[in-house]
């Protein structure tokens, strides 16, 4: 076998085949000409991509490895290691996306020739798009010779996407597949992050990560991104080079310890700095002109970059920052806090809801800032926005509606903007005078200054609340299931089964799984998709998918049978034809079964089944996995499986009913609460 030849675990083996991690356990047993391991461990092996796709092909299990897949695998195996094949190959994407015509050239020699002659074509090419010093060295050919077969790969696949969409597919899955190494920044925030700054030339971010803050930027004509980490600040140049027309200079260092642009003075600056750092560089920094809001604490280096940001903005540029809670009440920030609210420069705190960026635990917050002209008075007040979801219980990472925080967003921030006061909307938006803030505590947290929402509605909506409970209550009495009455004696007690997965191969169902991440999109018609808590919830699908999703996503139909895959609960739905057309989303599973053959009612009630879900489902560290192939059902005719499936359907409304129910008793109780407490309803 060549030296780079790619490997495969056999999670990466059930990929490209379509199965379960189970299957390929299985083939792995019952099959001796399965290709023996090349690599890894005896626990984790890992195989040669080239004898498996023969194997599958020779078992008509594989018509052909997707060219996706076969160039990840070739650059996950890459013998020098994953981020410096993807720098290769995102090297390499640049000249194909500059010089097409020079690519087809230069690929028309040999391997060994084609690894001579590329640094000189890459050389040229990366000088002319990066300034010196460069963040992206030319590889030598000697390094670029295992890298060749990859690289011919990346070039066919951009023939198919594009480059640029060739490279964030490989960074997706590279990024994915780290997900504990990375700290990465969701295209949502991004895109409201860069909304807040509205239109700017040149633009900053000191702490890039991966680059999704300057991405996020509508036509900039310059870029300048610094990131600690040299292999990341490599990739987040490709990827901004091969994103924008715009002049990219990325640098590798500690921006505050490093300053890679001491003398820029830009439009905008983006970041999402490190959180909770105390070595910062505060003993070495002590005298920085950059604090001239007042010199951090050691725990407060969020502060800094906060200060670094506006130290490098031109007068009346506009700076974002992702920032914790704590910093906009911690005691030891209060000074520096009290500074930039005399000064004016920092002119907006916007809170998020849990979920929206690392850490998703924690709702963060967004500070705008702008750097106060010479002779500009400050401004006398601040505005203070809450984007906290409305049903916290709902609330998470894959269920946020991020159109209605943006909205929100927006719609306070741009008439501050331009007239420096907005009004007031109860529990969401106000512009505080900032004389109101300069207290002991110094305390910008949104929620402690905004006037609570009317949560109760008044008596009048607390009213309708209690007619729709009333009315919800009476019809689930209705549909309250009969008396349990025995089996008829005909019936045997122990009937034959199968398995979904035996359904499947037999051709009576097909199983797709769900891949489409959640999130918003500014497209003017979003897809919508059908999410995990959508089907743990009982609620119509809420997430869409993000811009730049290059996967067609699986969109569900009418009578196909969804089941959540991770945590172990009994949770089955039977999609309706106000669901339909929604894209599948992750963690999902889509069971599509042969009408002639098969009822879906009776499928989703039989998946339900205690025993059922406990003895298909497999345990991880953190989380319980069902492997649906695993899932049986009784083997009936199709008359009896309706007769099953009536029943089902009548216990999934009465479900649904005592869902409403829950909701609504609990909305009424939390609005007598609230109006109670704030005098809209009479004691």
């Given at each position: ?11 990466e ?24 391991p090349?690599?890894g ?18 078992q ?45 050239e230069l ?26 010093p ?11 010779a ?115 642009f ?40 969020e ?21 914790p ?16 609210l ?5 002119r ?7 979920g ?6 924690i ?27 409305p ?35 109860p529990?969401?938006?106000?512009s ?74 037999a ?7 769900g ?14 998709v ?27 139909e ?6 959540p ?26 069971l ?5 053959a098969?009822?879906?009612?009776f ?13 298909a ?67």
């Open positions: 076998m060549p030296e780079n030849a790619a490997e495969v675990t056999a999670a083996i059930a990929r490209l085949a379509g199965v379960g991690r189970a299957a390929v356990s299985n083939w792995r047993r019952r099959h001796a000409d399965f290709p023996k090349v690599g461990t005896e626990t984790s092996p890992s195989f040669a991509l080239a004898d498996v796709e023969r194997w599958l092909r020779d008509g299990k594989l018509a052909e490895v997707p060219l996706r897949e076969r160039v990840w695998q070739q650059l996950s195996g890459h013998p020098a290691g994953a981020v410096t094949a993807l720098v290769h190959a995102g090297c390499a994407l640049l000249l194909v996306h500059d010089r097409p015509a020079g690519w087809l690929s028309a020699v040999s391997d060994q020739r084609l690894a001579d002659v590329l640094p000189v074509a890459l050389e040229e090419v990366l000088t002319r798009r990066f300034s010196v460069r963040t992206v060295r030319t590889p030598a050919p000697d390094e670029l295992p890298s060749v077969p990859l690289l011919r790969g990346v070039a066919e696949l951009a023939a198919e996407s594009g480059a640029r969409r060739a490279f964030e597919f490989l960074l997706g899955r590279h990024l994915d597949a780290n997900p504990r190494q990375y700290t990465l920044t969701p295209a949502e925030p991004a895109a409201l992050m860069a909304a807040l700054v509205g239109p700017a030339g040149t633009v900053l971010d000191p702490a890039s990560g991966t680059g999704t803050l300057l991405r996020a930027v509508d036509r900039p004509t310059a870029l300048h991104a610094q990131e600690a980490d040299p292999d990341l600040a490599a990739l987040t140049a490709l990827r901004l080079a091969l994103h924008a027309d715009a002049d990219v200079r990325a640098a590798a260092g500690d921006a505050l310890r490093a300053d890679a001491p003398a820029l003075a830009a439009d905008a600056v983006l970041c999402h700095p490190p959180f909770n750092e105390r070595n910062w560089g505060h003993d070495e920094l002590a005298y920085d002109p950059r604090w001239e809001y007042g010199f951090p604490a050691r725990t407060e280096s502060l800094a970059w906060v200060q670094h940001a506006l130290a490098r903005l031109r007068p009346g540029g506009t700076a974002v920052l992702l920032m809670p704590a910093a906009a009440s911690r005691r030891s920030g209060r000074r520096i806090r009290a500074g930039l005399r000064r004016g420069a920092l907006a705190v916007v809170a998020l809801p849990a929206a960026a690392p850490p998703y635990g709702p963060l917050h967004l500070w705008v800032l702008r750097k106060p002209a010479a002779a500009e008075r400050p401004s006398p007040e601040l505005l203070l926005v809450d984007t906290a979801q049903e916290p219980a709902a609330a998470g990472r894959d269920n946020l509606d991020w159109q209605a925080i943006r909205t929100a967003v927006l719609d306070a921030w741009h008439p501050f903007d331009r007239q420096g006061t907005v009004e007031e909307t529990g969401v938006s106000r505080v005078p900032v004389i109101e803030l300069l207290d002991d505590d110094v305390d910008l947290a949104p929620a402690r200054h905004l006037p609570p929402p009317a949560e109760s509605g008044g008596a009048d909506e607390l009213a309708a609340v209690r007619r729709h409970l009333t009315d919800t209550l009476r019809r689930t009495g209705e549909l309250t299931p009969p008396p349990v009455e025995p089996p008829p004696s005909a019936e045997p007690a122990h009937r034959p089964t199968t398995t979904v997965g035996e359904l499947a191969r051709g009576a169902l097909v199983l797709h799984a891949t489409a991440p959640s999130g918003a999109t500014a497209a003017a018609a979003p897809l919508p059908l999410t995990e808590q959508d089907v743990l919830s009982g609620k119509a699908p809420s997430g869409t998918l993000p811009d730049g999703t290059d996967e067609e996503p699986v969109r569900v009418e009578g196909d049978v969804v089941v895959v991770l945590g172990g609960g009994a949770v089955v739905r039977v999609v309706d034809g106000p669901t339909a057309g929604a894209a599948l989303g992750r963690n999902l599973q889509l599509r079964p042969d009408s002639e098969l009822d879906p009612w499928i989703a009630g039989f998946l339900r089944g205690s025993a059922n879900q406990r003895q489902s497999s345990y991880a560290s953190t989380a319980t996995r069902l492997d649906v192939r695993r899932l049986q059902l009784p083997r009936l005719a199709l008359a009896d499986q309706q007769r099953y499936g009536d029943r089902f359907r009548e216990l999934a409304a009465f479900e649904d009913a005592l869902r409403l129910a829950n909701r609504l008793g609990e909305r009424l109780v939390q609005g007598l609460y609230d109006g109670l407490t704030d005098g809209s309803v009479g004691v």
